[in-house]
C-alpha cells in the first residue's frame, strides 16, 4: 500500500461513507448517550456491517472472512471516525479477533471467528488493571486447577466489556507484577460462573466495563498461545489495536477539520467572516499540515502490516505518538474556533474533542509511545 488509496480502497471508501451518513449520523452517538442505551451501540448495524463484510476484512476465509488487509480495514474506520460510530471493531475485531487468530488453536478459531464475522458475537479483551496503559502491568492471578485454571482478579476500562460473550483475559500464572514473562491469555465466557461485570461511563460515550473475577474456572484448551508466553501475543495484537485506533482517529480527524473549516468560511464577526482572520488561516494552516502528517503516517504503519515488514511495532506506536499530539491539537482548536458554542453539548463539535480526547489516552499516550519507539530503536 502507498501512501494513495487505491482505486479499490477509494471504491470502498464511498461505499462506507454512504452507508455512515445514511444509517449513522453524529446525532444517533448523542441519542445513544442520552438515552443510556443498554447496549451501547445498534447490534442491527453491526450484523449489517458483517453482512457488508467489513467486520470480517482481516480475518481468513475458511472462519467467514474477507482476508484482505488493514488498507481495507483502515478505510472503513476511518468513515466510521468519521460519524463517530461506537460500533465494537476496536473490541471485537482489533483487540479480542486479533487475540484469537494469533493464538488460539484451530478448533478455537473456528468457534469463535465466525460468529465474529458475521457480527453476532461480541469479543473484549481485558488486560488492564491501572488508570494508564501498561500492557505487563497485570496482577490477576491463574492458578492450576485440575484440568484448567481458576481466575481471580480485577480488569478497568475493558471495551465492551459489559455485552461481550466471550473475554479474552490477560492473566498472571509466573513473575510479578511489570514482568513480561509470566502472563497467559484465557478465553472466558461472560456469563461463566465467577465472571462479574459492571458497566462504566466513558467520556465519548464509548462503552467499557470493569470486569472481576471471582475463582472463575476455564478449561486448559481456551488458552491462547503458550502458557507463561502471552506477552508474545499481547505485542503484535495491541500493535495491530493500536494501528486501526489510528485509523479511526484520522476519520475524525478529518471531519473535525471540515467543520471547523466550514464555520470559519460561514460565522460573521464585525460584519467580515471569521476565516479572513489571519491569526485563524494560521491556525487552520496548522491544523491541515499537521492532519496530513498524520494521514501519511498512519497510512505507511498500515502498509507495515499489510507488506510483511519487520518495523510494526515502530509503525504503531509512531503512528500513535502523532495521532495522539494531533488529536490533541485538532480536538482543541475545533472547538476554540467554534467560540462558545463549541463549548456546548447542542454543537456536535464538542462531541469529537470528547472522542479524540478519549482516544489520545486509549492503548498509550504519546509520552508512552515515544518512550517505546526509542525503545525500539536502541534509544
Known amino acids: 500500500?502507498?501512501?494513495?488509496?487505491?482505486?479499490?480502497?477509494?471504491?470502498?471508501?464511498?461505499?462506507?461513507?454512504s452507508f455512515c451518513d445514511e444509517k449513522s449520523p453524529v446525532e444517533r452517538m448523542r441519542t445513544l448517550r442520552?438515552?443510556?442505551?443498554?447496549?451501547?451501540?445498534?447490534?442491527?448495524?453491526?450484523?449489517?456491517?458483517?453482512?457488508?463484510?467489513?467486520?470480517?476484512?482481516?480475518?481468513?476465509?475458511?472462519?467467514?472472512?474477507?482476508?484482505?488487509?488493514?488498507?481495507?480495514?483502515?478505510?472503513?474506520?476511518a468513515e466510521c471516525g468519521r460519524v463517530l460510530a461506537p460500533e465494537p471493531f476496536i473490541s471485537t475485531v482489533l483487540l479480542g479477533g486479533n487475540a484469537v487468530l494469533l493464538g488460539g488453536s484451530e478448533p478455537l478459531r473456528k468457534d469463535l471467528l465466525p460468529g465474529v464475522c458475521s457480527g453476532d458475537r461480541i469479543l473484549a479483551l481485558a488486560f488492564q488493571e491501572r488508570g494508564r496503559f501498561a500492557p505487563y502491568a497485570v496482577e490477576t492471578a491463574a492458578t492450576r486447577d485440575g484440568s484448567g485454571y481458576r481466575i481471580r482478579g480485577e480488569k478497568q476500562f475493558v471495551l465492551d466489556g459489559h455485552v461481550a460473550d466471550q473475554i479474552v483475559t490477560v492473566a498472571r500464572t509466573a513473575g510479578s507484577a511489570g514482568d513480561r514473562d509470566g502472563l497467559t491469555l484465557f478465553v472466558i465466557d461472560a456469563d461463566a460462573p465467577g465472571v462479574s461485570a459492571l458497566r462504566t461511563e466513558m467520556v465519548d460515550g464509548r462503552n467499557a466495563a470493569r470486569i472481576t473475577f471471582d475463582n472463575a474456572v476455564v478449561d486448559a484448551a481456551r488458552v491462547l498461545g503458550e502458557v507463561d508466553g502471552g506477552a508474545d501475543i499481547l505485542d503484535p495484537v495491541f500493535d495491530r489495536a493500536t494501528i486501526g485506533l489510528c485509523s479511526e482517529m484520522l476519520g475524525s480527524f478529518e471531519e473535525a477539520f471540515e467543520r471547523t473549516l466550514e464555520y470559519l468560511k460561514t460565522r460573521e464577526q464585525f460584519g467580515v467572516k471569521i476565516g479572513t482572520f489571519q491569526g485563524l488561516r494560521h491556525r487552520a494552516a496548522q491544523m491541515f499540515g499537521e492532519l496530513e502528517f498524520a494521514r501519511s503516517v498512519v497510512y505507511d504503519a498500515q502498509s507495515s502490516i499489510d507488506d510483511g515488514r519487520e518495523d510494526v511495532a515502530e509503525c504503531a506506536s509512531g503512528a500513535k505518538a502523532r495521532c495522539s499530539d494531533v488529536a490533541n491539537l485538532i480536538g482543541g482548536e475545533a472547538v476554540q474556533m467554534h467560540g462558545g458554542i463549541g463549548m456546548t453539548d447542542e454543537e456536535e463539535i464538542g462531541l469529537f474533542f470528547k472522542r479524540l480526547k478519549a482516544a489520545e489516552f486509549t492503548l498509550g499516550d504519546a509520552i508512552y509511545h515515544r518512550n517505546r519507539y526509542a525503545s525500539l530503536r536502541g534509544y
Open 34 to 77: 442520552d438515552t443510556r442505551d443498554a447496549v451501547g451501540f445498534s447490534r442491527e448495524l453491526w450484523k449489517e456491517m458483517g453482512e457488508l463484510g467489513w467486520i470480517g476484512i482481516l480475518f481468513p476465509e475458511a472462519v467467514g472472512g474477507a482476508e484482505m488487509g488493514y488498507g481495507e480495514l483502515g478505510v472503513v474506520l
Open 1 to 17: 500500500m502507498g501512501l494513495i488509496l487505491s482505486e479499490d480502497q477509494l471504491i470502498l471508501r464511498d461505499m462506507a461513507k
